[in-house]
């Protein structure tokens, strides 16, 4: 019994496949909804820090990247202010479920983070389009957090990339 339950861990195990790790790095005092697109042929260039992927978001709070999009494996995901001077203060993710942190409401988070795979549909001139694969996610307090789902709903529609029009 034992030689199968090892068997059947190590085949649990082998299914789990690590995606990269992720270094998200925000403008200092930025809050606000951020949007990344992925596969964007002219967009940043892919960059990494430790083997990490590194996600540098605009002022506007908008990231177009070359990098794929990895939603199907596990990742461990750091998010950061950064300065002008490059000095970084992590942003921590904001867990409602998690009633072993004493989450503040003036404190700031990330939170909200949606993962959307390549859309498409059609134009109204009739032409078919696909759409970037994209993560949103909010950077802010928790306070009025309903408010803010609906406004980084709005922001991810108004920064989604067209790729690949047809």
């Not at 964007?40 to 540098?56: C, H, L, Q």
């Amino acid at each position: 019994m034992k030689f199968y339950s090892l068997l059947l861990l190590i085949f649990v195990s082998s299914c789990a496949q690590n995606g990269e790790n992720t270094i998200t790095i925000i403008p200092a005092k930025y809050t606000g909804p951020i949007c990344i697109n992925f596969k964007i042929k002219d967009g940043t260039p892919k960059e990494y820090e430790s083997k990490n992927r590194v996600y540098r978001i605009g002022k506007d709070g908008v990231l177009n990247t070359q990098f794929e999009a990895i939603f199907d494996k596990y990742q461990f995901n750091k998010y950061y202010y950064e300065d002008e001077n490059g000095k970084r203060q992590e942003i921590a993710f904001f867990d409602l479920y998690d009633k072993s942190k004493n989450n503040s409401k003036e404190s700031v988070y990330i939170f909200g983070e949606e993962h959307t795979g390549i859309g498409g549909g059609v134009d109204g001139n009739g032409k078919e389009f696909s759409t970037a694969p994209s993560i949103l996610f909010y950077v802010g307090s928790y306070e009025n957090i309903e408010k803010k789902a609906n406004e980084q709903m709005q922001f991810g529609f108004k920064n989604q990339k067209i790729i690949d029009p047809k």
